[in-house]
């Protein structure tokens, strides 16, 4: 089969032609549907992570999968050839205190397919080690399924963690319009009645914005972002921002625009540290609070969702031979939505 591997950290991925493994026991292989390309696929391809997460290369990349199950192990349940299955990516030991508690994702010693040593869905077929780690969506599209994994997912859980704190005189702060952005403002919109302003830097994405259904949009490219927001929040500030680009400046310009008692909400991996500005953050009792991925009920949470239609999904599809071009476009800022790569 063709899978699209990482030789080397920096350089492109080479389509090469491996052996597909045979499921023994509880796992499973999958016939990819399609597999979504996160920015995390990028940060990781490019060396960023790899004092975080050593892996020995080559590694067949993609965290974000869906497909049909092609083959099971003897002692799997409940799946048979043909089923519409996603892939729950946390892939955890399962009996550590965080894989016991439900939330696999935060597990001691993950696995992650395709971001470490396990390999992921940027190919023909995937081996799951566990059928534990598939969802089904029967009657679904892998191609609208694969997003929710990783995109469609990790907004869901982050949101779920400040709702309490939202309300219709409120105001949400969303930074980067990308694949998990589109789903934050919705998973907003859906679940509390804030009033959500998304921050863009181009028209295209100041279209999508307002598609997911952001109420105000701010083109940081032309506009000041902390009087934009004092001007629409009316010099109150944001009980929540979003933050889903993390970079040192968003993150800067993020804390400004706080209210008191007002969460920042960490998402994003752009940038490596940032200032928390001690007195303010006491003063006004600011709290930050990181998120992770989403765990596996929360993905059948999310596919709920989809299938009563309560979420937009935009995908931009690639061949697998046509990967290089979709890492560049997402990279270049030009896909809006999700680049999925269709096998
Ligand atoms: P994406 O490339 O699809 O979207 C990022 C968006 O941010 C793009 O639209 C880009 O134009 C925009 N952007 C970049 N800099 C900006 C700025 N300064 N101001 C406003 N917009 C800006 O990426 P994605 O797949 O949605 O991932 C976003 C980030 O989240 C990445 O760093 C990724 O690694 C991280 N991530 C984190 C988790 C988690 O569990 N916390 C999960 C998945 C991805
Ligand atoms: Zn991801
Ligand atoms: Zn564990």
């Known amino acids: 089969m063709k899978a699209a591997r990482l030789h080397n950290y920096g350089e492109p ?17 999958i016939r990819v549907g399609a597999a979504g390309i996160c920015h995390s696929d990028i940060h990781f391809m490019h060396g960023e992570w790899q004092k975080a997460i050593p892996v020995k ?5 993609g965290h974000e999968t869906a497909g049909y199950v092609e083959e099971v192990g003897e002692s799997v349940r409940g799946l048979v050839k043909g089923d519409v299955v996603a892939v729950f990516g946390g892939w955890g030991c399962g009996v550590c205190q965080f894989c016991k508690g439900g939330d696999e994702q935060l597990c001691n010693s993950p696995r992650w397919p395709g971001l470490s040593q396990s ?16 969802v089904k969506a029967s009657g679904l599209d892998p191609k609208y399924i694969a997003p929710l994994t990783d995109a469609g997912l990790t907004p869901y ?10 309300n219709p005189n409120s105001f949400t702060l969303v930074f980067g ?7 934050a403002i919705q998973y907003l919109k859906l679940f509390s009645p804030t009033n959500v302003i998304a921050v863009v830097r181009d028209e295209p994405k100041a ?30 500030g944001v009980n929540v921002v979003f933050d889903i680009v993390a970079s040192k400046d968003t993150l800067d310009v993020g804390i400004a625009c706080l209210k008191k008692s007002g969460a920042l909400v960490l998402v994003g991996l752009m940038g490596s540290s940032f200032n928390i500005p001690v007195v303010e953050s006491v003063i006004n009792e600011y709290s930050v609070i990181g998120s992770l991925w989403g765990n596996y009920n929360e993905l059948t949470e999310v596919i709920s969702l989809a299938r009563a239609n309560k979420l937009k999904t935009v995908v ?28």
Do not use: C, W
Request: proline letters at 4%; zero cysteines.
């Open 57 to 61: 290369l080559p590694v067949t990349i």
């Open 13 to 29: 991925l080479q389509l090469d032609e491996v052996d597909l493994l045979k499921p023994k026991g509880a796992s499973v292989v």
């Open 207 to 236: 279209k999508l914005a307002k598609e997911m259904g952001s109420d105000y949009i701010i083109n940081s490219k032309n506009e000041d972002v902390v009087s934009s927001v004092n001007k629409i929040t009316g010099n109150q």
């Open 157 to 166: 859980r982050a949101v779920k963690k400040v709702r309490h704190m939202l």
């Open 119 to 134: 390999d992921g869905g940027y190919a023909e077929y995937m081996y799951v080690p566990s059928y534990r780690f598939l």
């Open 316 to 343: 931009n599809p690639f061949k697998l031979d046509e990967v290089e071009k979709a890492i560049e476009n997402l990279e270049s800022g030009k896909i809006q939505g999700r680049a999925i790569l269709i096998p």
């Open 177 to 183: 319009v990308g694949g998990l952005g589109s789903y």
